[in-house]
């Protein structure tokens, strides 16, 4: 196994044994048995022959959870059943499939993949510690290190975030006062991103330069505003504009229309709660009224695409395409950004008759540069890793080191000592 770390935008291998050194000599407070009484997982057949995976309510759809085996990555559907699993359970709580069974299984084969809900991390992390859970991601190293401290059979190994992986705040156009350029460069300009890196991923991310490509990425822009921390500068902004606190409620005012916006992030994800924490009270800085407000990913999906929304907080991927850029800011049918330009509509119709290469990407900076301009979304970090945490008590030959990836769950193995006496 490895652990990866990042130093000047290259990864260096570890070997795995070293953070766990690391993880089982830190010294983090853990609430004695918090939640355990509700989270006994029930009497079931599937107890020692099953993989249970751990999934977030308020991240994970239910809907939308692949099952990937050997021959390929299935949808989970109600009525889908696909020849490499049948579906036993459905449900927003949980979901069971049953493994195609061979004349070469044996007794260290999983026969069932169990997929188990949770309100929040917290009650994930513990689940794993109780061992109810096999496997699960979290996304940051203190997380990780808390669940492996306090049970160090759940082994981390920290895989590399998809490139282009970025932390960014979204606005609705449509909106009364966020339709405005102005006001959105103020709240770019008033987010104190760097610290965030600093205080929330401990330093393991890096600060996003005003683009959603990483910067030593060919598709990264150069030249573009950066938005960094300008808390002066945004207040200039706004009053250039027309922002007053006219009734000293510390709250600016124009028109009729308060800067309290309603920030909608995905539930029960603490860093998301931690980002938006940060946001609320950077904005409240400059006369801005953050309202955090939770949603589960299903929720947060269907409210994005219907336009019932005022800004959210996202975490989203960028492939290294016009289209991906064109899909997120400005489909009408697949995106909710939902932008209209005239510039940019012609400068992405003309790519398209590109071959993939060189003008293209030229394109994509020109595209970059007019969402730059406009602030479509203010870009806050990229993360390094999500943290698999793995039962090894009970599961065995779950990853390939050679290609530094997850083997799929029909290639695991069940150590044939767990559950004896």
Request: hydrophobic share 40%.
């Given at each position: 196994?490895?652990?990866?770390?990042?130093e000047?935008h290259?990864f260096k291998?570890?070997t795995?044994?070293?953070?766990?050194?690391?993880?089982?000599s830190t010294?983090?407070?853990w609430?004695?048995n918090?939640g355990?009484n509700d989270?006994?997982l029930r009497?079931?057949?599937?107890?020692?022959?099953?993989i249970?995976?751990g999934?977030?309510?308020g991240h994970?759809?239910?809907?939308r959870?692949y099952?990937?085996v050997?021959?390929g990555?299935?949808?989970?559907?109600?009525?889908g059943?696909?020849?490499?699993f049948?579906?036993?359970?459905y449900?927003p709580?949980?979901l069971?499939v049953s493994l195609?069974?061979h004349?070469?299984?044996?007794?260290?084969?999983?026969?069932?993949?169990v997929f188990?809900f949770f309100?929040?991390?917290?009650?994930?992390m513990t689940?794993?510690?109780?061992?109810?859970?096999?496997?699960?991601v979290l996304?940051?190293?203190?997380?990780?290190?808390?669940?492996?401290?306090?049970?160090?059979?759940?082994?981390?190994?920290?895989?590399k975030?998809?490139?282009?992986?970025?932390?960014?705040?979204?606005?609705n156009l449509a909106?009364p006062?966020l339709?405005s350029?102005?006001v959105?460069?103020a709240?770019?300009?008033?987010?104190?991103k760097?610290?965030?890196?600093?205080e929330l991923l401990?330093?393991?991310?890096?600060?996003?330069?005003g683009?959603?490509?990483?910067?030593?990425r060919?598709?990264?822009?150069r030249g573009?505003?950066?938005y960094k921390?300008?808390p002066k500068?945004a207040i200039?902004i706004?009053?250039?504009a027309g922002w007053?606190d006219l009734?000293?409620?510390?709250?600016?005012?124009?028109?009729?229309?308060e800067?309290k916006i309603?920030?909608?992030?995905?539930?029960?994800m603490h860093?998301?709660?931690r980002?938006?924490?940060r946001?609320?009270?950077?904005?409240?800085?400059?006369?801005?009224?953050i309202v955090?407000?939770?949603?589960a990913?299903?929720?947060?999906?269907e409210?994005l695409?219907?336009?019932?929304?005022q800004a959210a907080l996202?975490?989203?991927q960028?492939?290294e395409?016009i289209d991906?850029?064109?899909r997120?800011?400005?489909d009408?049918?697949?995106?909710f950004?939902r932008?209209?330009n005239?510039?940019?509509?012609?400068?992405y119709?003309?790519a398209?008759?590109?071959?993939?290469?060189?003008?293209?990407?030229?394109v994509?900076?020109q595209?970059?540069?007019i969402?730059?301009?406009?602030c479509?979304a203010s870009?806050?970090?990229y993360?390094?890793?999500?943290y698999?945490?793995f039962n090894?008590?009970?599961?065995?030959?779950f990853?390939?080191?050679?290609?530094?990836?997850v083997?799929p769950?029909?290639?695991?193995?069940?150590?044939?000592?767990?559950?004896?006496?």
């Amino acid at each position: 196994m490895f652990f990866f770390k990042k130093e000047n935008h290259r990864f260096k291998p570890y070997t795995s044994m070293i953070l766990a050194s690391l993880l089982m000599s830190t010294n983090l407070s853990w609430g004695q048995n918090q939640g355990i009484n509700d989270l006994r997982l029930r009497g079931t057949r599937f107890n020692r022959n099953a993989i249970v995976v751990g999934k977030l309510v308020g991240h994970d759809d239910y809907r939308r959870i692949y099952l990937r085996v050997s021959n390929g990555e299935y949808l989970i559907t109600r009525t889908g059943n696909s020849r490499p699993f049948r579906v036993l359970a459905y449900s927003p709580d949980r979901l069971e499939v049953s493994l195609e069974r061979h004349s070469l299984s044996d007794q260290t084969d999983p026969r069932w993949i169990v997929f188990r809900f949770f309100q929040n991390e917290r009650q994930l992390m513990t689940s794993m510690i109780l061992e109810q859970v096999d496997y699960a991601v979290l996304r940051t190293r203190s997380q990780a290190r808390e669940v492996n401290r306090a049970n160090p059979f759940m082994v981390v190994i920290p895989l590399k975030t998809a490139t282009n992986t970025v932390q960014m705040v979204v606005y609705n156009l449509a909106h009364p006062v966020l339709g405005s350029a102005e006001v959105r460069r103020a709240l770019s300009y008033a987010i104190n991103k760097r610290k965030m890196v600093e205080e929330l991923l401990v330093n393991d991310g890096i600060v996003a330069r005003g683009s959603p490509y990483e910067s030593d990425r060919p598709y990264y822009a150069r030249g573009l505003d950066e938005y960094k921390y300008d808390p002066k500068k945004a207040i200039q902004i706004l009053q250039a504009a027309g922002w007053r606190d006219l009734d000293r409620d510390g709250v600016l005012e124009k028109n009729g229309h308060e800067l309290k916006i309603r920030l909608a992030f995905e539930k029960g994800m603490h860093l998301s709660e931690r980002v938006a924490r940060r946001i609320k009270l950077d904005l409240f800085e400059i006369g801005i009224e953050i309202v955090p407000v939770p949603y589960a990913r299903i929720e947060l999906t269907e409210r994005l695409m219907r336009g019932d929304y005022q800004a959210a907080l996202l975490e989203q991927q960028f492939e290294e395409s016009i289209d991906s850029l064109y899909r997120f800011f400005a489909d009408g049918r697949r995106g909710f950004v939902r932008f209209r330009n005239r510039n940019f509509e012609m400068l992405y119709k003309k790519a398209k008759k590109y071959p993939p290469g060189e003008q293209r990407r030229a394109v994509a900076h020109q595209l970059q540069a007019i969402i730059n301009r406009y602030c479509l979304a203010s870009f806050l970090f990229y993360r390094y890793y999500d943290y698999h945490l793995f039962n090894i008590k009970k599961v065995d030959n779950f990853y390939d080191e050679r290609a530094a990836r997850v083997k799929p769950f029909d290639q695991w193995s069940i150590k044939q000592t767990y559950g004896r006496k």
